[in-house]
């Protein structure tokens, strides 16, 4: 109630200073009877209601004699002679006042004071401006031939004419407002050396954008930053150490060109100031408390970051090189600028340990970076990190890159949702000004490459790269603002590309303007060691001394590299899983028989019990109904979908492992089924997941619904199984073939991770997949693609390989399971499991509430396990057809089989698990059947679709001699399944009649 009656005084006592300006002159020509003037008005005000002192002596009597009720035309009155700051003069004249303080009204002339009001008013429009726009003429190309911002144009509000100012006005003080850190301890300034700091802090080699930003404390947090005089000054020692790591990122560089000249390695020359950079970023943050940074990165600069940065040993890397080099694991490997590693070492300036890993990533630019999220959310989880100040992301990116993939914007919209923020990362934008060959300017239409960023509100430190005390200007801000606000920054290090994109690519083809300045370029450790050497911070010996040091450690290490011989892909694992793997004397992580999963039942029953008992909130009606239903099946001891996933989550979290479920719309499930999160109908906000009440000593249970997105959401869920093994990590669509727009993350990431990088993974992926008439894009999970990228080989021996060889062998796991029993040993046996496989599980929609699709309990108890072949449980003597299928159709076949009274003649067996294809089961299923008894796959898939190309060559391995495998099934189509409900209903019928023909 004060705010609001202090906000109205506020405004009638504006209202009586624009009416004692109108007494004076017509309001037609009162310069600050506009909106703009009336809102810098009330500004002052407020100012002068908290500290008198703050406002010029004219607005201080101004506004005290409108408080006191003063008439219109007498609170209102004019400075002296105007020259209260007269021009040239440094301190300022007194003039004769009244007895209240106001100046002889007989002296004052109506049109100065109006004159002074508006000077002081543009001289604040003039500071807004360059907080605003000052980036927009930073000198930012180190080239110097065009604009970061693609608009050569000076803007108008940076004009001094734009505010009527004259050469006369340059000496005239100026009072500084309060949201402005330029005057240091000075309370005002002349407008020359006003403008003189502006074009220093905003104008030079950093632009700083951060006036988008919504919280007001936030954009004067970076106010304070850029503009505090002196702030970014660096001592004699500090830029030594600069010196001494440009020397190093320089000198790799040329090292490795000079070794190797053909070879591509995707140098970083242009920006060997990214390494100076990112050291700083960990040396403040390490001050800070940080102790965990997981870095994600394209490949331009790696091999410079694995060694300077992550201090990888150089002999291993340099051993790369060599062609002839096998690896020492299994596994296809990759190129060298795609690997990752992990380095725990002591921060020399902070003395602290710091943990490093840079995270293998594909040449997918930018697709790493949710999995760089993922797995800091998981270390954060891990370590109690609850404030996620101890581990952090630092992201780089390209120019390109990072305006032109659509998985930065997906990335950065997960930055602030609860269960997905990691506390801000660091986006550090190598900004070549080209994409390959692509010109900025055809390459977006944003302004700068970094605009997304805006989006969520971060700063963006825009700075030219060939300024290094600049650059670690900028990193200071970045480290100190992601430990203080614990949000996304953005650096913009505006660079070049001294080569082409890689060191066998000709760039002048295309830019050859660029190119041409580019070699008329002197480095940047040429630069500023010039710049040391003028300012006598070091000598030229120094500089030798730093440049031999370090080249003899090259060569040295060269040396050692000659003697690597192999490979082991283990030394380049991101996050090594220590004291997971059963080895042998080797130290070889080795296969170990899988234990049954089933649960003791007395947990069965209690874990039962809590998902179906009434919550301490009002619940909806629909859910009191569900619960009942629940209740009914606990007493009853049966599980339908729901409650067999319930059942296997909450053993695990019972049994101290994490589960974490995400995707959209999960918590109550796309079809309404799994309602873990239960909401009051009464009190917004407030909520009860009773799997998370299960005992007092249980692991954590999280389940969030996410952003609508698939392919940032399923990348940070990878991440995050990445990190620790003793964590069921599960992602599902909302329908399956959603996931298609992760793709990148399916192909790049899950399906050959182990293959190319050694590292394993447990992602559950669920697709609800079923063909029920719902259209091309609810029916199919695309199944043909997962089982496409097996790695297993239809014309290859399968005799003598357990199914745990065949687990321990596969890429991932590929299931289609029919019974609430088999998803909850599916889900148990991931954590059961002595390694980590993905497992992709093809769901069911109508199976969730079908009421045959359940399991007793018994089916899930201790000594019980999943079961890839369910087979034929009638009575097979007179069997004349055996229907092999997998998924929902089942329950049509079963149906059809129940109305058509076949039992006997027709049988039909499940394939729960594809791949790995479970050959010993289905070769012992198939010889329990009478000679001449017709074998049949049947799929509610198109042929062209499904797993028939899949399990074809695999079941015709066991047929007996001169049987064939016969499909049934839908004709081969473009379109994933029909949206005409007639054409369903017709295809299905005709696959029941082929199905149950046995003439």
Known sequence: MYALRSKIVGQATVQRVLQAAA?????????????????????????????????????????????????????????????????????????????????????????????????HHNFQRLLRSYQALGHRIAKLDPLGIGAADLDDTHPETLNLEHYNFSKQDMNQYFQLPKYTYLGGEESELTLRETINRLE?????????????????????????????????????????????????????????????????RFGLEGCEVLIPAMKQIIDIASSRGAENFVIGMPHRGRLNVLA????????????????????????????????????????????????????????????????????????????????????MAILLHGDAAYSGQGIVYETMHLSDLPSYTTGGTIHIVVNNQIGFTTDPRFSRSSPYCTDVAKVVNAPILHVNADDPEAVMHVCNIAANWRADWGKDVVLDLVCYRRNGHNEADEPSFTQPLMVKRIKETPNVLTKYSNQLLSEKTVTQEDIDVEIASFDKILNDAYQNSQGITKMKLTDWLDSPWDGFFKCDENKVPIMVPTPPTGANESVLKIIAEKFSEDPPITVHPGIKRILKGRKKMSVDMQADWALGEALAFGSLLMEGYHVRLSGQDVER????????????????????????NLSSSQQKYSVSNSSLSEFGVLGFELGFSQHNPNSLVIWEAQFGDFFNTAQPIVD????SGQDKWYRQSGLVMML?????????????????????????????????????????????????????????????????????????????????????????????????SFKPVIPESNEIAKCKKVLLCSGKVYYDLYEERQKRGMEEEVAITRL???????????????????????????????????????????????????????????????????????????????????SFNVS
């Open 23 to 119: 007494a004076k002159s017509t309001a037609a020509a009162e310069p600050f009877l506009n909106g703009s003037s009336s809102t810098y008005v009330e500004e002052m005000y407020e100012s002068w209601k908290l500290d008198p002192t703050s406002v010029h002596k004219s607005w201080q009597i101004f506004f005290s004699r409108s408080e006191s009720g003063a008439a219109p035309g007498e609170a209102h009155v004019s400075a002296p002679n105007l020259p209260v700051y007269p021009i040239f003069a440094p301190s300022h004249p007194q003039v004769s006042t009244s007895a209240d303080g106001a100046p002889d009204a007989s002296t004052i002339s109506t049109r100065a004071a109006q004159n002074m009001i508006n000077k």
């Open 308 to 391: 300077n940065v992550c201090r990888k040993e150089l002999e291993k890397l340099f051993s790369q090189f060599n062609p002839d080099m096998a690896p020492e694991d299994e596994g296809s490997g990759d190129v060298k600028y795609h690997l990752g590693m992990y380095h725990r070492r002591i921060n020399h300036l902070t003395n602290k340990e710091v943990e490093l890993s840079v995270v293998a990533n594909p040449s997918h630019l930018e697709a790493v970076n949710p999995v760089v999220c993922g797995k800091v959310r998981a270390t954060q989880f891990f370590t109690d990190d609850e404030e996620r100040k101890k581990t």
């Open 669 to 692: 499930g796309t079809f309404s089924h799994r309602h873990h999160v239960l909401h009051d109908q009464t009190v917004d906000g407030k909520v009860y997941n009773p799997l998370q």
């Open 748 to 751: 790049q990431f899950i399906s």
């Open 200 to 264: 220093r802090v905003y104008c030079s080699s950093i632009g700083s954008e951060f006036m988008h930003i919504q919280d007001s404390s936030a954009r004067e947090y970076i106010r304070k930053w850029i503009e505090k005089p002196g702030i970014s000054d660096m001592t004699n020692e500090e830029k030594r150490i600069l010196l001494a790591r440009l020397v190093r990122s320089t000198r790799f560089e040329e090292f490795l060109a000079k070794k190797w000249p053909s070879e591509k």
């Open 912 to 994: 729960e698990q594809l791949h790995p294809f479970p050959h010993s089961r289905i070769e012992e299923e198939i010889k329990r059947y009478p000679e001449g008894t017709q074998i049949c796959w049947v799929q509610e898939e198109h042929k062209n679709a499904g797993a028939w190309a899949y399990i074809s060559p695999r079941v015709h391995k066991h047929l007996p001699t001169g049987k064939s495998l016969t499909y049934i099934g839908r004709d081969p189509a473009a379109s994933a399944a029909t949206g005409n409900k007639k054409i369903h209903k017709t295809e299905l019928y005709k696959m029941m009649t082929e």
């Open 768 to 864: 609800p997949h079923g063909m029920e008439g719902m259209g091309p894009e609810h029916s199919s999970g695309r199944m043909e693609r997962f089982l496409q990228m097996c790695n297993d080989d239809d014309d290859s021996a399968y005799e003598g390989f357990s199914e745990d060889q065949q687990l321990w062998d596969c890429n991932w796991q590929i299931c289609n399971v029919t019974t609430p029993a088999n998803i909850f040993h599916a889900l148990r046996r991931q954590m059961y499991m002595n390694f980590r496989k993905p497992l992709v599980i093809f769901t069911p929609k109508s199976l969730l509430r079908h009421p045959l699709a359940k399991s007793p309990f018994s089916d899930m108890t201790t000594g019980t």
